[in-house]
């Protein structure tokens, strides 16, 4: 199956600062890109698609002013949350498409953000 | 609206065989899928059915029935290792995926 690199896989930050993580599709063009966020013992939530070249869209509840979405091009995707905060600490995936209609998702490692 | 059902946990003995149900409404319908999710780390794909009937990939079966709204996924000679979430998520006619909220799956020895 296509292979979806996400970076870092753990970080800890200090509240009020921001954080980036990416998400790159390594052996094919994702047209789309999906960011979930996940709390322990939850489902996935999906918080914004993005296409390429496109703005994100993004789901209802869902700051976009706070979770910056970049999909500059068909390998990358970058989520940054800025001026985080404790309750921002959450398990972070991205997902990946853009082979066919089949839409099927090819997830990232996921990152584990912890704010202190 | 569009909705996925599934148990919210399962338990089963290792070296047996479990079956997780999973009932959707969607909005249109491109197939279903299947993920497995150990605690901590990303969901992994497992099956994908877009056609009527049961397809079979070593120890683990997933079917589809389109006319019930219904699929399920069938894991034989279970293993500790099987013990994760399995989420079922359906393709609506947007080619957006809707998750279920995840079977817990517990294997006892």
């Known amino acids: 199956g296509a292979v979806v690199s996400q970076h870092p896989s753990r970080v800890i930050c200090k509240s009020g600062t921001s954080v980036k993580i990416e998400c790159r599709s390594l052996?094919?063009?994702?047209?789309?890109m999906f960011w979930y966020r996940q709390f322990p013992k939850q489902s996935l939530m999906l918080m914004a698609t993005?296409?390429?070249?496109?703005?994100?869209?993004?789901e209802q509840g869902v700051e976009k002013d706070k979770f910056l979405i970049n999909h500059a091009s068909l390998t990358l995707s970058t989520l940054t949350v800025t001026s985080a905060h404790p309750e921002d600490s959450s398990f972070y995936i991205c997902?990946?498409?853009?082979?066919?209609?089949?839409?099927?998702?090819?997830f990232g490692q996921g990152t584990r953000l912890t704010v202190v | 609206g569009q909705n996925i059902d599934q148990p919210t946990e399962m338990t089963a003995t290792e070296g047996a065989i479990v079956q997780i149900n999973c009932t959707y409404q969607?909005?249109?319908?491109?197939?279903l899928f299947w993920y497995q999710q150990h605690a901590g780390e990303a969901p992994t794909f497992l099956s994908y059915?877009?056609l009527d009937g049961l397809e079979e990939k070593g120890r683990f079966s997933s079917f589809l029935s389109r006319s019930k709204g219904y699929s399920y996924l069938l894991l034989k000679e279970l293993q500790m290792k099987d013990s994760a979430s399995y989420l079922c998520?359906?393709?609506?006619?947007?080619?957006?995926?809707?998750w279920g909220a995840g079977t817990k799956l517990i294997i006892k020895p």
């Open positions: 052996d094919f063009q994702a047209t789309t």
């Open positions: 969607t909005s249109g319908f491109n197939g």
């Open positions: 993005s296409n390429e070249g496109s703005k994100a869209t993004y």
């Open positions: 998520a359906a393709v609506d006619s947007n080619y957006q995926l809707i």
């Open positions: 059915n877009v």
């Open positions: 997902s990946a498409s853009g082979q066919g209609d089949r839409a099927e998702a090819f």
